[in-house]
């Protein structure tokens, strides 16, 4: 009996020992969680984040974004580039823009023994299409896509 007895306190000690370790190892396990639990929280509220101001590449109604976009080569649309890069070595044009109206049809008659006002005419139309080339210049120079 005494043998038995003996044998069951060495068992009971060897038990008693593995307990205390796995209930270190459960504490352990435990401060673990708080951590992954933290940082999960963090992760979700990231994706809150996320899901509430991003631009999404399939949705197809307008977006909008709030700051610059950089694009390192161009955009295009289905496939087909719009927007390149800036166009450079342009040199700026002077004078006053026509951004009015004007007839791109007008017609100018000349007879074989032109008159002043047939030449002004003509002149007058030629300074209207180079107003008007200056405005285009100007809004691609202000729009960013020449230099």
Known sequence: LEVRL??????????????????????????????????LD???????????D???????ESQSLASPLDVKTSYSVDGIQVVGARNTGWTA????????SFNA????????????SEVAALATGLQQARQRILAIETALRLHGLID
């Open 105 to 116: 049809n007008q017609s100018y008659t000349v007879g074989t023994t032109y008159t002043q």
């Open 93 to 100: 044009a002077t004078g006053t823009p026509l951004l009015g």
């Open 42 to 52: 963090d992760v979700e509220n990231d994706v809150s984040g996320i899901k509430s």
């Open 6 to 39: 003996t044998t069951a306190e060495g068992k009971i000690v060897v038990l008693r020992s593995d307990v205390d370790y796995l209930l270190d190892e459960v504490i352990d396990i435990q401060a673990h969680l708080v951590t992954v639990d933290q940082r």
């Open 54 to 60: 991003y631009v999404s590449k399939t949705v197809t």
